[in-house]
């Protein structure tokens, strides 16, 4: 009779073997080897986290996401898992999939400044003003030299029409990130001593990326 211990040192070889074919880049097998350790332990969260690993690496970021729903199903206070996740619902072009993840990301660990970072521009992009400055406040008191944030903060302004702080705020993003001026001249060139002019159509449209 296979006692419940021995099954548990058999997952862990199975993860080990796993882990060396994934660093040879032996997907495939890696994916079978993994499998066997589930049908053994089929909550493992190590199993899980490789198989995305393996699904991503062949492009199959779909069968990815949905390793990762089982892994923060089974550990839903992993960080990590919610931030994988996020990222590549983002990249899938998913993005309220991947703001939601985000926010749990941020949630379980409110210092990890990538997350807001990438939360902040997310919400930017979908103009959802008034969270992105949450998320840009957050941003910027953990990393005040993240010129992107200070950039997406400037738009805020603009979409507020604050155009005087947009200015300032902008201009400390270049002095941060000179490459980012190609992007704001558009819309700067828009603003005069009386607002904006009529061609001004909205701040998202000058999202950087």
């Known amino acids: 009779m296979v006692s419940p211990q021995d099954d548990c040192n058999e997952v862990e070889v199975l ?45 199959k970021p779909k069968k990815a996401i949905e390793a990762l729903n089982n892994l923060v199903r089974i550990q839903p206070n992993s960080q990590s898992g919610w931030a994988d996740k996020a990222l590549i619902h983002l990249l899938l072009n998913e993005t309220a999939e991947g703001i939601g993840a985000l926010q749990k ?17 997310v919400l930017v992009s979908e103009e959802r003003w008034d969270e992105a400055v949450e998320a840009i406040e ?7 030299n993240s010129a992107i944030t200070w950039y997406n903060l400037a738009l805020c302004y603009l979409f507020f029409e604050e ?47």
Request: hydrophobic share 40%.
């Open 15 to 59: 993860l080990g073997e796993a882990a060396s074919l994934i660093e040879n880049r032996l997907y495939n097998e890696a994916l079978l080897t993994l499998q066997r350790g589930l049908s053994m332990d089929p909550d493992n969260p190590k199993a899980w986290e490789r198989i995305a690993v393996c699904n991503l690496e062949m492009g």
């Open 138 to 144: 957050i941003t910027l008191d953990q990393n005040p």
């Open 105 to 121: 990301s941020v949630r379980l660990n409110p210092r990890r400044v990538r997350d807001w970072e990438l939360l902040s521009s």
């Open 163 to 209: 155009y005087s702080l947009a200015i300032q705020t902008v201009e400390t993003a270049f002095t941060l990130d000179p490459s980012l001026r190609e992007i704001a001249d558009e819309w700067i060139d828009l603003i005069d001593e009386d607002g904006i002019s009529e061609e001004y159509s909205a701040a998202s449209g000058f999202a950087a990326s």
